[in-house]
């Protein structure tokens, strides 16, 4: 199948430890932001949404860190698992169109 | 169904041809949306609907792409007189509502040749 992200910035780590994977956005009028979860031939897969009211999110195994004033948003996933690597992305809510704007992209490998 | 069904899932077709591309979403879900991926990228968006009528076709790169969704519920992305450069990887997603969390289908990807 099609391999996502083939020139994305990547992220290796180790089963069991924690994994960070960061996203700066554009648009500080953003109000709604999501991170997503795409495995190869797959289309993205909803991980944690927060709101731009709110600076963190705690979800099973993952944490969504907002920090509006440098426009900066992390994911944290606990315990990194072998089925968690996959390509990252970050989406921003832009306006009322309800459109997502998203961002490049993060490869997580996993390794043993 | 369960989730957002996207069909065919490969489709391969000449420079010049016409193709339609097509698009189940959740059974309720008055918001559709279609974007393009291109290998190595974020997906971009193409066109929202909001039950029948496009509410926002701003991502449409040129008059060669349009979409329907005449009953509020399938939805069909078409494409005239493709080009090399319309290769990619076009995904439907759909949601409750506007601007609520949008679930994806597994996508359609197209090979001009």
């Known amino acids: 199948g099609e391999s996502v992200g083939l020139h994305l910035p990547t992220l290796s780590v180790q089963e069991g430890d924690n994994s960070i994977i960061n996203c700066a956005y554009s648009?500080?009028?953003?109000?709604?932001f999501i991170w997503y979860k795409q495995e190869s031939g797959k289309g993205p897969q909803f991980i944690i949404d927060?709101?731009?009211?709110?600076d963190k999110r705690q979800g099973q195994r993952v944490t969504v860190l907002l920090n509006k004033t440098v426009k900066h948003l992390s994911l944290q996933i606990a315990a990194t698992q072998p089925g968690d690597s996959a390509v990252y992305f970050c989406?921003?809510?832009?306006?009322?169109?309800?459109?997502?704007?998203f961002g490049t992209g993060t490869r997580l490998q996993v390794t043993l | 169904g369960a989730g957002v069904s996207q069909t065919p899932s490969n489709k391969v077709t000449e420079k010049g041809k016409y193709v339609e591309l097509r698009c189940d979403p959740i059974?309720?879900?008055?918001?559709l949306y279609w974007y393009r991926q291109s290998l190595g990228q974020g997906p971009e968006f193409l066109i929202y609907?909001?039950?029948?009528?496009?509410?926002?076709d701003s991502g449409l790169p040129n008059d060669r792409f349009f979409a329907v969704r005449p009953e509020g519920s399938v939805s069909t992305l078409k494409i005239q007189r493709t080009e090399r450069g319309d290769s990619a990887v076009y995904l439907c997603?759909?949601?409750?509502?506007?601007?609520?969390?949008?679930?994806f289908g597994q996508g359609t990807r197209l090979t001009v040749v």
């Open positions: 997603a759909s949601s409750l509502l506007g601007g609520q969390e949008a679930f």
């Open positions: 648009n500080s009028a953003s109000d709604y």
């Open positions: 927060i709101r731009s009211n709110m």
């Open positions: 989406a921003e809510n832009t306006g009322t169109a309800s459109k997502l704007t």
């Open positions: 059974s309720g879900h008055t918001a």
């Open positions: 609907f909001q039950g029948t009528g496009a509410a926002d």
